[in-house]
């Protein structure tokens, strides 16, 4: 465990993404395959499920460390984690412990939920007195579910590239999806064998476009462009693989029976296909609105009445897997001419005019992208293969204004006035260089009051901090702001400043790691 | 206004101007100007212009001295040295603070009082240990009254801050350590390796480190920026500096930096992410709660005012183990979380 927790604390504590790395590199390097699979399966943000109220782990904190329950929750206060209050108010250990993280995980965490209660008191009892301070952090993390460490997947990935050499993308292709860190795991993560045996529910990892800010002219020449609508739903993707039909969010949340409209266009792709598209709620030829596609996304099953009255579709627009190829190598123009020879099993198409003539003619036809319920347009290059994360020059956004940003949810603050019970007053932030959240705007309306209401709890249960009236979150929520300007400013850390920034909807689609980078934000700035 | 801290009101009393000995016509540690002040030490929500008179321990005078001016009127007694001043029995006893830091003891018709100011009970190279006394009333600091405050043996902490220095040596770092000039600053000074790198000093810790050098405290040899060669190479540097400089342009001229800062704070996380700092050490010159309980148990004390800190939080876990306990509230600040120290360094770091 000592290992784990330095890698935990150093990760922590650092502000540099490349010191980061490095911790990941020469952990990954060192730990044993087992450690290591463990060590992949809590950095990429999996968790077992809970197996005790924390209530219970307090008081039993509270009673190994001889305090009273009312002195332990100041002291919860005063440190703002739980498992950090925990690990700080414990005596010190009276044992050592030479176990790794996998001994830990597989004997005692995985384990923990099937006891009754008494049994996993004195486990957990046990288990504190052969742990120091930075162990048992590490420790109750791991069993509250609360194990956050501010790394990405893509950082994670990236260590695990160089500390063994296979490429980036097999890494994330084989991290998606289902799985947990079995004994062989790490072994088959880190295989060079392309052809192990991938799991037949994996999706790839999904390619994502930038927003276009120069003028869209400086793209050269229209006929190498390949040009779509920008919808405004759920980005998905489409398995048809062993006869079966898997649908994936760009959350990587397996989706399936939320949507059986899109499961049954699934099921008539023919074997081994891939589709990348967009659900969308969606009747008489043309998307509802987004707040109505929500009401189906919280939802684990459907009932019939919803179904009816918010039936979804799936848009698609392109083509990763065709005939149990991969396709993503091949240039966009011929994944295209094959995805409509697809076209025919039920996929919703919404034509583009076959011919417009030239940037401006196309400007225009992107002005009437409100009308349609779309954002924007999409610029896709006819060449471009389909690749892993954000790379930039190949496909672009060419979004309607106003501006739109993904940002996550960092302070929150009571409102006023009726609203003073209330956490309404919000700061979001985005990723700076080091990957460190940067405040850009701060927004108090847009929200419905029952979101305001779940936001409220989501503020009490996840505060990290307190200073005065504001209180430091853990970064979770997504949200989608809007705002009318943007400039340079010298009063604001991040170097921005935003005009009338509102939020425009709660993103529950998205995780922090995808929000909007600074850099990306900067480029807004008209010249 | 003034209500009773000892028994006998005319012992010990607290005033809108500070802890007041009637009887002895003095004060302790007082935030208005007196004629006569009995300074714990020199830390400045303790020490305040403006006295008429000083007294301290004789091992805290210099640095007294530089804190406040050279025309002060200062008077120093060696630590269990007693004074009788109107009939009450007064003497200083080694608090383990910083250099001189002292508690200061009076006694009236066999009735004790004990004012702590600032100690810690751990080990430190640099002033003269913590001694307990026996007393009726005590009053004590609590700035880490809570009990997710423990610290380490310092010998692990002054292995982690050397192992941090030569991570950043390898990495050509400087290393930039802050902490308080006086007090926190010579502590880490006692434990840095000098055979690792040069050790160079911020304007403000070198003042103090003079002060304590003329006091017969060893420190390992240090180096101010003014004496360094043009084009000096810093990535192999440790600097000591205090936390005003954090963010600051002076910070420039070091090129890539690692910065950590020393504080008992620090044994959060949300503090040291709050600080924005790549390291925090856990290394505090107050007592840690353990030490704290202790220290209260070893004075016999059947008063204990709590002040300094988390007194409410201390004064309730005292009364439900049976004792009597009370907050007094005084105007001193402690060790101050986040930006504020800073605020209160600025003005010497000029
Ligand atoms: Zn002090
Ligand atoms: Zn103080």
């Known amino acids: 465990m000592r290992d784990f927790a330095t890698l935990y604390l150093d990760l922590d504590s650092s502000n540099r993404t490349n010191d980061k790395v490095a911790f990941m590199v020469e952990y990954f390097r060192t730990a044993s395959a087992e450690d290591a699979g463990w060590a992949v399966y809590f950095l990429t943000g999996r968790r077992p499920k809970r197996p005790f109220a924390s209530t219970k782990f307090q008081l039993w904190a509270a009673e190994t460390a001889g305090i009273s329950p009312w002195l332990f929750t100041e002291c919860y206060d005063a440190v703002g984690d739980l498992a950090e209050t925990i690990a700080l108010v414990l005596p010190p250990p009276i044992e050592t412990n030479q176990e790794g993280l996998a001994w830990w995980v597989q004997n005692v965490l995985l384990g923990l939920a099937k006891e009754p209660e008494e049994d996993q008191r004195r486990i ?388 922090p790691a995808d929000a909007n980078t600074l850099e990306e934000i900067k480029r807004l700035i008209p010249d | 206004m003034s209500f009773a801290v000892s028994e006998n009101p005319k012992l010990l009393s607290l005033t809108d101007r500070g802890l007041y000995c009637e009887v002895g016509d003095f004060y302790v540690d007082p935030w208005r100007s007196v004629d006569r002040a009995i300074i714990t030490h020199a830390h400045s929500d303790h020490a305040r212009w403006g006295m008429k008179h000083y007294l301290c321990s004789r091992e805290g005078e210099g640095v007294l001295r530089r804190r406040l001016s050279p025309e002060s009127h200062i008077t120093s007694y060696a630590y269990g040295e007693e004074i009788t001043l109107n009939g009450v029995r007064v003497s200083l006893h080694p608090a383990g603070h910083i250099l001189g830091s002292a508690q200061v003891r009076m006694e009236l018709d066999g009735e004790v009082a004990v004012v702590s100011g600032d100690y810690k009970t751990a080990a430190d190279a640099t002033c003269t240990p913590f001694e307990p006394i026996r007393c009726h009333s005590f009053v004590t600091e609590c700035t880490f009254g809570l009990p997710i405050y423990r610290w380490q043996p310092d010998e692990e902490i002054f292995a982690d801050i050397n192992g941090w220095w030569q991570e950043n040596q390898a990495k050509g770092r400087c290393s930039i350590l802050m902490g308080y000039a006086l007090g926190k600053s010579q502590r880490a000074l006692s434990g840095l390796d000098p055979k690792q790198g040069p050790i160079i000093v911020h304007g403000a810790v070198h003042a103090m480190n003079e002060a304590y050098r003329e006091a017969g405290i060893t420190l390992p040899e240090t180096r101010r920026l003014g004496e360094l060669p043009a084009g000096f190479d810093f990535s192999q540097a440790i600097v000591l500096a205090p936390p005003s400089v954090q963010g600051s342009t002076w910070l420039r001229r070091f090129g890539e930096v690692s910065c950590a800062f020393m504080s008992g704070w620090m044994a959060v996380r949300g503090a040291k992410r709050r600080r924005a700092m790549d390291r925090g050490f856990v290394l505090s010159d107050h007592v840690d709660w353990p030490s704290l309980l202790g220290a209260i148990e070893a004075t016999g004390a059947e008063r204990i005012w709590a002040t300094h800190g988390y007194t409410n939080i201390l004064v309730r876990h005292l009364r439900e183990q049976g004792k009597w306990a009370e907050v007094l509230s005084t105007e001193w600040e402690g060790e101050q979380d986040a930006s504020e120290a800073g605020a209160a360094e600025q003005e010497e770091s000029a």
């Not at chain 1, 045996?197 to 476009?209: G, I, K, N, V, W």
């Not at chain 1, 030239?358 to 006819?382: C, H, P, T, Y």
């Not at chain 1, 309607?400 to 996550?408: G, N, S």
């Not at chain 1, 604001?492 to 998205?510: E, N, T």
């Open chain 1, 124 to 511: 957990v009892q046990e288990c504190w007195q052969r742990l120091t301070t930075p162990e048992r952090l590490v420790f109750n993390k791991l069993i509250t579910g609360a194990f956050r460490v501010g790394v990405s997947q893509e950082l994670v990935v990236r260590a695990l590239s160089m500390s063994s050499g296979v490429p980036q993308a097999t890494l994330s292709h084989r991290l998606m999806g289902d799985w947990t860190a079995g004994s062989l795991f790490f072994e088959s993560l880190l295989s060079l064998d392309q052809d192990a045996s991938e799991d037949l529910s994996r999706p790839y990892p999904f390619c994502l476009a930038h927003p276009l800010e120069a003028a869209a002219s400086s793209l050269g020449d229209l006929s190498e462009w390949h040009v779509e609508w920008k919808w405004d739903g759920i980005r998905a993707q489409v398995i048809r693989r062993g006869g079966n039909t898997y649908v994936w969010s760009r959350g990587e949340e397996l989706i399936t029976s939320r949507f059986p409209e899109i499961a049954a266009i699934g099921d008539r792709l023919p074997e081994g296909t891939v589709i990348d598209g967009e659900i969308l709620a969606w009747s008489e030829g043309r998307p509802l609105p987004f707040a109505e596609l929500q009401k189906r996304i919280g939802r684990k099953t459907v009932g019939a009445k919803l179904l009816q009255s918010v039936p979804v579709t799936l848009i698609a627009f392109d083509v990763l897997e065709f005939e149990g190829v991969d396709l993503r190598a091949r240039p966009l123009s011929d994944r295209v001419q094959i995805l409509d020879q697809l076209k025919t099993t039920g996929l919703v198409e919404v034509p583009m005019p076959k011919t417009v003539n030239g940037w401006s003619e196309l400007a225009a036809i992107r002005d009437q992208a409100r009308d349609l319920r779309v954002e924007g347009l999409m610029l896709k290059r006819k060449s471009s293969v389909y690749g892993v994360g954000r790379k930039r020059g190949d496909w672009w956004k060419w979004k309607l204004d106003p501006f739109t940003i993904d940002a996550v949810l960092i302070y929150a603050q009571r409102g006023s006035g009726k609203r003073a019970s209330l956490y309404t007053d919000y700061t979001f932030a985005v990723w700076n260089d080091e990957r460190q959240l940067v405040p850009v705007a701060k927004a108090y309306s847009g929200l419905t009051d029952a979101e305001i209401k779940e936001v409220d709890a989501f503020v009490r249960k996840n505060t990290q901090d307190k200073f005065g009236p504001v209180r430091t979150v853990t970064p979770m929520l997504v949200m989608e702001l809007a705002f009318e300007g943007i400039q340079k400013s010298s009063r604001h850390k991040s170097g921005i400043a935003v005009r009338f920034p509102r939020i425009a909807r709660w993103r529950h689609d998205k995780l």
